[in-house]
């Protein structure tokens, strides 16, 4: 008795533990999640161990706009993700973009609103 | 009440129903001819395939996989073809501005199997494997073709030369 018990726990605690991951997944994949960014390449904007917060609902709509800062899958390795700020979209003539040519929009995961740490440098970091 | 328990279990089941879609996999409808003869062999009926998000979970692909990937051009559109070169390897292109393309790091050359009617690498060049976003596992309806999909690719397209 005291078995099944321990088995009907156990199954309601994996459950609540599946729904969670669920959740989260979704929050993250859809709505927006938190990036912490390393290296100088948006100085003096961002520094290393700044920490984002973007959203991945402009991506997805296509309402990204000249001067916002995303996030991006590297092209020349999946795994690892880029921050960037938009120089250009398709049609437009630009210098940028430097090391990889222009990047396919595909690549794009998310768009970044505002650093949230250190605390006392919280700003807002889009545009609208 | 049971309005409440209905939202309840629909709030709960919709994230797990997209993360299953999103890790493991989905069925999809196989549109156009660029991959005949393998895939929508007469273009009355169309194949559905099974598309394996979990095979690529870490961008492991191999020569002759059928893929979908997120076109270059427009990041809205899937498009599926067969990988034929990985980076590093050199291919030997069909109509592409150069004869011969070293597969950029990070990057594949992919061809749809029906040469002359497919949008693909020899047009828009190597694309990133970040683009990948599943593996055409399976045929899945109509029954009649219920078959795997297998690696393969004709001899005269295999890279001229292989790295690894």
Redesign the interface.
Known sequence: MAFMRFVGKTCGFLGYALQTACVTHCAFEYVGDFVMCSGPSMEPTLQTNNVLFTEHISPRVQRLRRGDIVISRSPSNPKQNICKRITGLPGDRVRDSRLYGPVPEGLIRSRVVCRVWPLDKITLLSEY | MWLRSVCKSVL?G???G??FL??IGYVARVEGISMQPVLNPDSKNTDYVFLSRWSVR??DVRRGDVISL????D??QKIIKRIVGLQGDVVSTLGYKTQYVRV????CWVEGDHTGHTLDSNTFGP??????NARAAYIVWPPSRWQRLEAKLPEHRKPFLEKQ
């Open positions: 709960l919709v994230p797990i997209i993360t999103d890790t870490d961008y997120v076109s270059p051009k990041p809205n950029p790091e990070g990057h694309v990133s494997l970040g683009l990948v």
